[in-house]
């Protein structure tokens, strides 16, 4: 399998995309809030760029069936139902609902990847669904990390790296340098990856903005086994087991 990496949504384009399976990360922390809610039994996620887009969407639905949720700079946007906790989105509050989505990276990414194959949502919440999924299909990857504002963030990496060592364990892969290098990153923090991000700006500002609970949840590893797919607008699960 051929194995692209793109270290912030800033460096899609359609020629890296296009004929390839796409999965989006951004650990902490809209895909892990995603998957969290798609578990939770909300009835689709439906990804925006801009908070003006989230509004028309929400004022053109039932009030009591859609969520507005999101962030800028990691702060609940004004107005909105949630910021961007994967622990505000119970099961006993979204059950059933739409959920508009929009956050500072990961809704970016995921908006910027529309020119591939499939788009898988991924975390390390449900990173052994997601690659099996991708062994089972067998199709060159690009795998896309949100990043922080445009750059690169090692917690996006960590699990990338997870996905490009778990595919080779069971198949040959080609990669890039970048690849190589956070498979290997990966796997010598496998253990304690709370250790490899201690130093991580976007982990450090979690911890230090009140936000560690959210962070520890985000690093929990195959607590789900669902795999969400990103098709017309709106992301779904394609699988439960």
């Known amino acids: 399998m051929n194995i692209d990496i793109m270290s912030s949504f800033k460096e899609v384009s359609c020629d890296r995309i296009r004929k390839r399976n796409i999965v989006v990360i951004d650990v902490l922390r809209a895909t892990s809030t995603i998957v969290t809610a798609l578990f939770n039994k909300a009835s689709c996620v439906i990804p925006v760029e801009h908070i003006e887009d989230a509004w028309e969407i929400y004022n053109k639905e039932l009030e009591n069936e ?32 739409k959920i508009v989505l929009t956050t500072t990276n990961g809704t970016r990414a995921i908006k ?23 062994i089972e299909e067998g199709e060159d990857l690009a795998i896309v990390c ?17 996905i490009i060592s778990l595919i080779n364990e069971s198949q040959n892969i080609v990669t890039t340098d970048l690849g190589w290098t956070i498979k290997k990153l990966y796997e010598a ?13 976007h982990y450090k500002r979690l911890k230090e903005n009140d936000a560690g609970d959210d962070a520890d949840y985000c690093l929990q590893i195959d607590i789900y086994d669902i795999i969400p797919v990103y098709e017309d607008g709106c992301i779904s699960l394609v699988k439960e087991k």
């Open 66 to 97: 859609t969520i507005l949720g999101g962030e800028r700079d990691a702060i609940i946007i004004e107005g909105f139902h949630f910021g961007n906790s994967p622990l505000s989105y119970t099961e006993e509050k979204i059950k059933g609902k």
């Open 112 to 134: 910027a990847c529309n020119n591939g194959k499939a788009l898988y949502i991924a975390s390390f919440l449900n990173v052994s669904a997601i690659v099996n999924q991708l």
């Open 146 to 162: 949100s990043g922080t504002k445009g750059e690169y963030s090692m917690d996006d990496s960590l699990c990338a790296g997870m």
């Open 189 to 201: 923090y496998k253990e304690n990856l709370h250790a490899a991000l201690k130093n991580c700006s």
